[in-house]
């Protein structure tokens, strides 16, 4: 597991990410500058963003509602200050001080699967290989050997 998480993503993208429904600027290769609202980032640096307003190279404004960059166009971007207390930032302090360890709660199990994990462990607690219950692998109906109906 990565500091930022499985999805492989580095740093960078996760703090694209996280910048979502912030005001950003960016610069194209065009020479385009375009500020206004990011309302989706992809991994690939794609971005969807409302609200602009595009500075062509010679000056000139023109105000858009929606716009899509293509990422491998983009030169830089520039970021909200108040990105410099996000919480991905946490988790890199702590993997430098603790050599890697996981923040305690992350990669735990969530939903369904702690649901699971718990019910198997009061099982262990309680008296463990029991074997499965009554009835368990007799199944009525389903033709072959030996009657059942």
């Known amino acids: ?30 020479g385009e500058l375009i500020r206004g609202l990011l309302f989706e980032a992809e991994d690939m640096m794609n971005l969807y963003v409302k609200n602009a307003v595009v500075f062509n190279p010679d000056g000139k404004k023109r105000k858009v509602d929606q716009i899509y960059l293509r990422g491998s166009q983009i030169v830089f971007i520039v970021l909200p200050e108040m990105l410099r207390h996000a919480p991905m930032f946490n988790r890199i302090r702590h993997w430098r001080k603790y050599g890697g360890a996981p923040p305690e709660g992350v990669g735990a199990a969530v939903g369904q699967a702690a649901a699971i994990l718990r019910k198997a462990n009061e099982r262990r607690m309680m008296g463990g290989g029991r074997g499965p219950p009554s009835g368990f692998g007799r199944h009525r109906g389903f033709g072959g050997r030996g009657g059942g109906g």
Do not use: C
């Not at 930022?4 to 600027?25: C, F, K, M, S, Y």
């Open 1 to 30: 597991m990565s500091v930022v998480g499985n999805n492989r993503v580095g740093i960078p993208i996760v703090l694209l990410h996280d910048a979502e429904g912030a005001v950003i600027t960016v610069e194209t290769k065009s």
